[in-house]
């Protein structure tokens, strides 16, 4: 009895010991490991589903997605379509997809370009049939060139498939649908009316629930997001410019093997933490600022997408304070409501809540039953993430296990706010009201973002291990400088080459 007694206390003195201590920047666990059968298994599942969806006598096509012009003959790095991706796994260009159902017995096949030593002298390695073959899990494999005039068939016999399943654009109004499904749209065109149907809701609605394959990719994802900020952070004191920053968060980025970023990174110190997109990272990073950092990598075509603000210096003024922890607090309220079958907007309206009545507090509205809070809280809670960071899937749907969206509350107090409003009595009265708190709070910027999993009793935090709370935030600035080293550049390699001073 005394023993376990013992034994509890030093438990519980361990594990308070390990609450308090600041979490140092953490390296990224190694990355997943999925077994061609596993692989092969997930995706076979996946396909299963959306010919499940499909009526019969039908035909789905996915073509890969074109090369994007960065500039003369020069292409953005390639990046495969999503949905031909979440089939296949190939990372190609020109493969095509096609899944025929037929007296309800579903056929899969992959057009695949020929190997052309030629074009791998200057392309790399191009996928043989048996790679194709072990990385979706596909058998039936045909030559690409074959591709065009399976369609003109497919065109000319209607009585071949009635329904034609394509990506297509949501109508005139979708410009980047109609950018990103160009082919599909001009192969709909050839079509008889009524022919076509548009697949992309059934991938919409696969895609919004992730399966665990998919969430361990995701959290991987996020991972490496999070050993990036963490070196942001730690060299924030050390650096003279945004750039800087984002060189340190990015390397991360680059050293863990993710594609890419998932969006371009938003590092903005001081006022510029009021511009939502700023991507300019031109600006000098300032002691007594707040940082905030809106940046996440991409992993195996999943993106993270986390943010965080946070003191240059390491410690938060007051008035930083009383934003932040408006904010804060609007992120927890709208995490409490996440469970399934609640909604995204009772989400939405606790955020609000507590932001209106903070901001209210402030003095920086007059009225908390109106819009006014609008001023400094633009945008929305938050939106789903995968493989696309605004990814898609329905927002009146309720929550499911599986979902996972971002939280991300913010409150921006721009400089120029006030200088938009409308010339109406009221409008006028308003910032009249206001200006004294205005002027207090006036250029500080904060958003807090976190990537969360809709589970069977709640909520998972996925990027939780990146510190929230403004006391834990001071407590690991005080600690990680002195943990990572930040990346000067080297003076002069060579004797011949002169740079500028540092
Ligand atoms: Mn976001």
């Known amino acids: 009895m005394k023993a376990t007694v ?10 308070s010991a390990y609450a308090q201590a600041p979490k140092v920047p953490i390296a990224t666990p190694p990355a997943p490991v999925f077994s061609d059968r596993e692989r092969q298994t ?18 789905l096509v996915l073509f890969s997605a074109e090369p994007k012009l960065y500039t003369g003959d020069v292409d953005y790095v390639f990046r495969q379509e999503n949905d031909l991706f979440y089939l296949t796994e190939l990372k190609e260009q020109n493969i095509s997809l096609v899944i025929e159902k037929k007296n309800g017995a579903v056929s899969e096949t992959v057009f695949l370009p020929k190997r052309n030593p030629q074009f791998e002298t200057w392309n790399g ?5 048996e790679d194709a073959k072990r990385i979706s899990g596909i058998n039936t494999i045909v030559d690409a060139t074959k591709f065009n005039e399976y369609l003109q068939t497919l065109a000319k016999t209607p009585s071949s498939s009635e329904r034609i399943y394509l990506l297509l ?20 065109s050839t079509l008889a009316t009524g022919r076509t149907v548009n697949a992309r809701p059934i991938f919409d609605d696969l895609r919004q629930i992730k399966s665990p394959y998919e969430l361990k990719l995701l959290q991987h994802a996020i991972d490496i997001s999070i050993e990036g900020h963490m070196r942001a952070w730690a060299t924030v004191g050390r650096a003279s410019w945004e750039y800087e920053v984002q060189a340190e968060l990015e390397y991360v980025f680059k050293r863990r093997n993710a594609d890419y970023w998932g969006y371009p990174s938003i590092v903005g110190c001081g006022p510029n933490a009021t511009t939502l997109h700023y991507e300019e990272s031109q600006s000098p990073v300032k002691a007594g600022q707040l940082m905030l950092i809106d940046a996440a990598a991409e992993y195996s075509h999943y993106s993270a997408d986390i943010t965080r603000t946070f003191p240059v210096n390491g410690k938060f003024t007051k008035e930083q304070a009383d934003i932040y922890q408006i904010v804060y607090d609007a992120q927890e309220a709208a995490a409490k409501t996440v469970k399934p079958g609640s909604t995204f907007a009772e989400a939405s309206a606790a955020a609000d809540k507590v932001i209106r009545e903070g901001l209210f507090k402030l003095g920086l509205i007059t009225d908390k039953d109106s819009a006014e809070y609008r001023v400094w809280y633009m945008h929305g809670l938050g939106h789903w993430i995968g493989m696309n960071v605004h990814d898609v899937g329905s927002y009146q749907k309720p929550l499911a296990p599986g979902m996972v969206f971002t939280l991300e509350p913010g409150i921006y107090i721009r400089a120029d706010a006030l200088d938009y409003l409308p010339n109406t009595p009221k409008a006028q009265a308003f910032k009249a009201k206001v200006l004294p708190a205005f002027e207090k709070y006036k250029n500080i910027g904060v958003r807090i973002e976190d990537d969360v999993l809709v589970t069977p009793t709640g909520i998972d935090w996925l990027s939780k291990a990146l510190p929230r709370k403004m006391e834990d935030i001071e ?3 005080k600690v990680a400088p002195t943990k990572v080293p930040f990346g000067k550049t080297t003076p002069s390699l060579f004797p011949y080459v002169s740079h500028s001073a540092e």
């Open 169 to 188: 654009p949501d109508g005139e109004q979708d410009s980047e649908g109609k950018r990103e499904y160009r082919r599909e749209s001009e192969f709909a």
């Open 125 to 129: 390695k191009r996928y043989s049939i």
């Open 475 to 477: 407590a690991f600035m």
């Open 42 to 59: 997930e995706l076979a599942k996946r396909r299963a589903q959306v010919a499940a969806q499909m009526q019969d006598n039908s035909v």
């Open 6 to 15: 013992l034994f509890l206390i030093l438990i519980s003195l361990t594990f």
